[in-house]
């Protein structure tokens, strides 16, 4: 056919096996892609939950902050002075001692 151009042609110098390599490079490159897109809008979706669970941590914490501030402020209570009994309790160490320190266990 008279005026039409000759079809593109590989040289004859490149080896078959380059242009299926090079349809493998372009495949692969797609596949990647499309992993990489996948994987982004996994974390926006994260990112958003995030972000949510944040402003609902927030909004509690201006309530917690809001009945505090409503509590009336007074003088804090003043300190017990508590006696306990531990004549016949076990105990380490001179039994006139100046200080004596008690430790409360629960052993269940």
Wanted: aromatic share 6%; glycine share 6%.
């Amino acid at each position: 056919m008279k005026g039409q151009p000759a079809p593109a042609q590989m040289p004859s110098s490149f080896p078959p096996m380059a242009k299926w390599a090079g349809v493998a490079i372009l495949a692969i490159a797609a596949i990647g892609g499309y992993v990489l897109v996948r994987a982004l809008l996994g974390l926006r979706t994260e990112i958003a939950s995030v972000a949510d669970n944040q402003a609902a941590i927030q909004k509690d914490l201006q309530e917690l902050k809001t009945l505090l501030r409503r509590q009336p402020a007074g003088e804090p209570a003043a300190p017990a002075n508590p006696v306990i009994y531990i004549a016949d309790a076990r105990a380490k160490g001179a039994p006139d001692a100046a200080l004596t320190l008690v430790e409360f266990s629960d052993y269940q």
